[in-house]
């Protein structure tokens, strides 16, 4: 059975290729923008919602009243651009529904827009444009010409979408295929569990942990120093664009190191084990800040800071979502565990460990007292009063002795 999969590679445009890149970005984000105005207006003069079929019929208008602007790049590709409004919309409205924070939608600045999707391979764009070339792929796409592309691993299934995405001053084409055929890996017979944590990424079962290579918190020195020459350039300057491109690639490698190190560990449980169990947190409820308000200010923001900042720079979420995407093809089963079930589970233990311990404390008292006994008998005390309490503690000794072994297996076991 087919699988659903994303391919990401580098695009190597020329200098002239980089500059239509551009331009075919910044026409799309001026559509979506003007599509987005174009309903807030109409239903806010005259109570008339617009909805993605009338502004797809006025694309013709508009490409032919702008040949050289928006008439040069993909009609479908624009079509996708009002689609994503569409979808914005809708899940505005959703929200709306369900009563969470509306969030409408918002005009897209110069670095909120990056992505332009083409629907169809073959209708504006085409995938391995020139397949007689011996050791290079490329890609056509309408107004642009054949981008070469850095194909470091084969594409597999059928290319359905093409999207190209800008990142700092990176370019990537991003091929989304269907029926990619899933890699069944041979069955171990082996199961785990995977306790997430900040001094280690995780924690397996078995006692192994995987290191935190804290990425982050390797390149603070670097970010904070690229920070501190940003905040000193002046707004719209050419040295201030220069300053937030080299912020936003320490970023980008602190990213792409974090999802190459989640690749390679989700790849090493994937291989091992059939099934693998992991606590299903909410980590955006457990890095919210607790600056708290004005009227009701928080405690301890500091060192609460310092804590979100270890857990997002731990990545629970990036690796978790590739050991979905790795169990997924691999045939593993991957099952989450909701936190609130392993907290009982722990206050449990905890409980244990606690009864457990008076318990083997309970069993030392009644053997000190039957010592105590022992010596009030040789010192020459009454015997009969003796006789009676000695049989006394002599089966209290035996119900010690028996809450001690429970106790100390109880013990182990909370350890375990």
């Not at 999802?259 to 099934?275: S, T």
């Not at 980590?283 to 800040?289: D, E, H, L, P, V």
């Not at 800071?305 to 991957?334: Q, T």
Request: aromatic fraction near 8%.
């Amino acid at each position: 059975m087919g699988v659903r999969r994303s391919f990401k590679f580098l695009l190597r445009p020329t200098s002239n290729q980089a500059a239509s890149l551009a331009a075919c970005l910044e026409d799309h984000r001026v559509l979506y923008n003007a599509a987005l105005e174009h309903r807030r207006t109409a239903y806010r003069k005259a109570g008339v919602t617009v909805r993605y079929g009338d502004q797809s019929a006025e694309l013709k208008h508009i490409r032919a009243d702008d040949a050289e602007g928006q008439g040069r790049w993909s009609f479908s590709s624009q079509q996708a651009t009002l689609r994503r409004l569409d979808k914005a919309f809708a899940a505005f409205f959703t929200r709306v529904r369900e009563g969470r924070t509306p969030g409408f939608p918002r005009l897209k600045g110069r670095g909120w827009f990056d992505t332009v999707e083409w629907p169809k391979d073959g209708d504006g764009c085409r995938w391995d444009s020139q397949p007689e070339h011996p050791s290079t792929a490329y890609v056509r796409l309408q107004g642009i010409g054949h981008v070469r592309v850095h194909r470091h691993r084969p594409v597999r299934g059928r290319v359905k979408t093409i999207s190209v995405k800008r990142e700092g001053n990176r370019w990537y084409v991003i091929l989304s295929c269907d029926d990619v055929p899933a890699e069944r890996l041979p069955q171990t017979g082996a199961a785990v569990g995977l306790d997430m944590g900040v001094a280690s990424l995780a924690t397996t079962s078995d006692g192994d942990p995987l290191d935190n290579p804290r990425h982050l918190a390797a390149s603070a020195g670097r970010l904070a120093a690229a920070q501190r020459a940003l905040a000193r350039k002046k707004r719209g300057s050419r040295r201030r664009r220069k300053a937030v491109a080299w912020v936003a690639a320490l970023h980008a490698k602190v990213r792409r190191q974090r999802l190459d190190y989640a690749h390679k560990q989700a790849l090493a449980l994937v291989a091992a084990y059939d099934v693998i169990v992991y606590e299903d947190l909410r980590i955006a409820n457990m890095t919210r800040s607790a600056a708290g308000t004005i009227v009701q200010p928080g405690r301890n923001v500091a060192a609460k800071s310092g804590l979100n900042r270890s857990i997002l720079d731990a990545g629970w979420g990036v690796f978790l979502r590739v050991l979905a995407h790795k169990a997924e093809s691999a045939g593993r089963e991957l099952i989450p565990i909701c936190h609130r079930a392993t907290q009982a589970a722990a206050d449990t233990v905890d409980m244990t460990r606690r009864v457990s311990i008076f318990l083997v404390a309970l069993a030392v008292l009644m053997i000190f007292e039957w010592i105590n006994l022992g010596f009030n008998l040789a010192d020459g005390h009454e015997t009969s009063f003796y006789v009676v309490h000695g049989v006394l503690i002599a089966v209290n000794i035996l119900l010690a002795l028996a809450l001690g072994a429970v106790g100390v297996r109880g013990w182990m076991k909370g350890r375990a």
